[in-house]
């Protein structure tokens, strides 16, 4: 069958829900009432099924990739029962990463005691991966830093970006390497910190000084970066060096500047305007000392370097290579070949908004797709501001699967019924757009 036509740039609104930027064929205005219902979809012989590509992302703190996609198809085939739907959940570096890649490759999740951002001791894991990627004496370990410096693990009360640490995150790094490791992939995302990895460091076993030449307390976070003077590498333990080190990362993510991790993430961890302005220049700090390490002019703008609270850079320091977030998954999870075996495309992410063609999910997908010229819906828990940047970027329709109000404990435990409905309200309109497609 052909595949739904989007092609006109006109505006289809669903009660003010469902947005959609290109408008099927050359229907210029369609406006459906919040209790208009397509009802039951006729299936009839010359209705060919629909071949539907489900890859999302997981709802943070309530649905992994696999559930969402497990949702997505239920909806998907409430209205086409016949459709052939592949599902292929997606993780950026954020939590699931770990677990993400273990499940594909048949690898083995390690439970290990970490210090939590906060400095409590946190039960953490890492995975070491299984099939081809650890062989040929080669062992592949995989951490995620939320797993020991997530703002899920950071309690609403104490949410200060300048006094959390990702000394947890050095540990994981440690234990991988006990565990005979020698190759790491570390994933950035989903952070409570904003210390530039200097936790990490110093748990690898670094020491940090200010312009005095005074040792820099040990995981205090951002805010003891302001008075940064040198960072000394020679106590850091000897196998860092020796292994290799991939960090997945957001690529627009910068260390400093108007678009630097402070500004940009610091608020979402809960940093006042003056507390932001302080991480800022405790990154700066940072950067001058970085630059001098690395030979590097570019530290402030280099891409990634901002990701996890300024651990990218923090991690370059002891030889990590920073990739884009999406290449290293693609390694072990491969969409590009199911493209052309698909008419639609749906995928969902915790919210959508300004920031998602900054190398989210959703936006990375469309892009994709857009090459294979097939149509994407993202479906999300939230829409935030400026979300119709996305159009630009090849997502043709986004919604939220919240659709009444409620509080975010309810959101949260209803996650799996709202994504359902949300895929089955998606479909219908698709049908009605098949409809009108025949019709005219």
């Known amino acids: 069958m052909s595949p739904l036509i989007l092609d006109k740039p006109q505006h289809l609104a669903i009660d003010n829900k469902f947005t959609v930027g290109p408008v099927v064929d050359n229907i210029e205005h369609l406006t459906m009432d919040k209790n208009l219902s397509v009802g039951n979809i006729v299936d009839t012989p010359s209705r060919a099924s629909m071949r539907i590509l489900v890859c999302p992302s997981g709802f943070k703190g309530s649905l992994q990739p696999s559930q969402a996609a497990d949702c997505i198809e239920a909806g998907i085939l409430a209205v086409e029962p016949h459709a052939s739907v592949r599902k292929v959940p997606l993780v950026d570096g954020g939590e699931g990463f770990t677990r993400a890649l273990v499940d594909t490759t048949g690898g083995a999740i390690h439970p290990v005691s970490v210090t939590g951002p906060v400095g409590e001791t946190i039960?953490?894991?890492?995975?070491i991966l299984g099939g081809s990627s650890s062989s040929n004496g080669e062992v592949t370990?995989?951490?995620e830093m939320a797993a020991a410096a997530g703002l899920s693990l950071v309690p609403p009360s104490c949410r200060n970006p300048g006094k959390t640490t990702t000394y947890g995150v050095g540990q994981l790094?440690?234990?991988?390497?006990?565990a005979g490791a020698t190759r790491i992939l570390v994933g950035c995302g989903d952070s409570g910190t904003c210390d530039g990895g200097a936790g990490m460091l110093q748990a690898l076993g670094a020491n940090l000084f200010d312009t005095s030449g005074r040792a820099l307390p040990i995981g205090q976070g951002g805010d003891s970066l302001l008075n940064l003077g040198s960072i000394d590498l020679s106590g850091v333990d000897g196998r860092v060096g020796k292994a290799r080190i991939d960090v997945a990362v957001n690529w627009h993510n910068v260390l400093c500047g108007l678009d630097g991790v402070a500004n940009v993430f610091g608020p979402q961890?809960?940093?006042?305007?003056e507390q932001t302005a302080r991480l800022s220049f405790a990154m700066e700090k940072l950067a001058d000392v970085a630059t001098g390490i690395l030979c590097d002019k570019n530290v402030r703008l280099a891409p990634g370097g901002g990701a996890s609270g300024g651990l990218g850079t923090g991690l370059r320091l002891v030889g990590a290579t920073l990739k884009p977030r999406y290449e290293i998954v693609m390694q072990y999870i491969s969409i590009d070949n199911i493209f052309n075996e698909c008419d639609l495309v749906l995928t969902a992410e915790g919210g959508i908004d300004d920031q998602t063609p900054r190398g989210k999910i959703p936006a990375e997908v469309a892009r994709l797709a857009k090459k294979h010229g097939l149509p994407v819906i993202a479906l999300a828990g939230t829409i935030g501001q400026g979300a119709r940047v996305n159009y630009d970027i090849g997502i043709d329709a986004f919604t939220c699967i919240i659709q009444r109000p409620m509080t975010l404990?309810?959101?949260?435990?209803e996650a799996e019924k709202l994504t359902k409905e949300s895929a089955e309200t998606v479909m219908r309109i698709v049908e009605v757009g098949r409809m009108l497609g025949r019709s005219i």
């Open 123 to 127: 039960n953490s894991f890492f995975g």
């Open 141 to 143: 370990a995989v951490l």
């Open 173 to 178: 790094i440690l234990a991988a390497l006990d």
């Open 269 to 273: 961890k809960g940093s006042t305007p």
């Open 409 to 413: 404990d309810d959101a949260v435990n």
